[in-house]
C-alpha cells in the first residue's frame, strides 16, 4: 500500500530529497562561513599595550574575555556589582576553571590577576 501510494505520488519523494540536500547544503555553507570568520576574527584579535591602555575599564573586561575565548576557552564577563571581585570567569579547553580580577588604573597602569580552580 504505502509503496503503492509512493510510485503514484513519486513527485513528492523528489520534492523532499531536494529540500533535504538543500537544507544540508546550507547547513554545510554556514558551519564553513562561521569557522572562516572565527578564524579571522582571532587572527584579527591582537592588543598592543597602548590599546589597553586607552580602554575604559569595562572594554578592558570585555578585551580579556575576547582573549580568553581566541584561545580556545568558553568565558563570560561577569564584572559588575556582586561579582564578589571576578571579572571574568572562563573554562579552559582542559576543563579548569579560571577566575580573572580585571585592574586598569587612570595612571595607565594594567594589571590582571587570575586565578585557576
Known amino acids: 500500500m504505502v509503496v503503492r501510494w509512493l510510485a503514484a505520488h513519486w513527485w513528492i519523494v523528489v520534492v523532499l530529497l531536494v529540500l533535504a540536500a ?3 547544503a546550507g547547513w554545510l555553507y554556514t558551519r564553513r562561513q562561521n569557522k572562516t570568520w ?4 582571532a587572527h584579527g584579535l ?10 575604559h575599564h569595562a572594554r578592558f ?8 575565548r581566541r584561545d580556545g576557552c568558553d568565558a563570560i564577563r561577569v564584572g559588575g556589582g556582586g561579582d564578589l571581585g571576578a571579572d571574568v570567569k572562563a573554562t ?3 576543563g579548569r576553571l579560571w577566575v580573572i ?3 586598569h588604573r587612570v595612571r595607565h597602569e594594567v594589571a590582571l590577576f587570575s586565578g585557576q580552580k
Do not use: S
Not at 46 to 55: G, V
Not at 61 to 68: G, P, Q, V
Open 38 to 41: 572565527e578564524a579571522v576574527r
Open 61 to 68: 573586561e570585555e578585551a580579556i574575555r575576547e582573549l580568553m
Open 22 to 24: 538543500l537544507a544540508g
Open 101 to 103: 580580577q580585571c585592574k
Open 46 to 55: 591582537r592588543y598592543q599595550l597602548p590599546d589597553l591602555d586607552a580602554l
Open 92 to 94: 579552559d579547553p582542559y
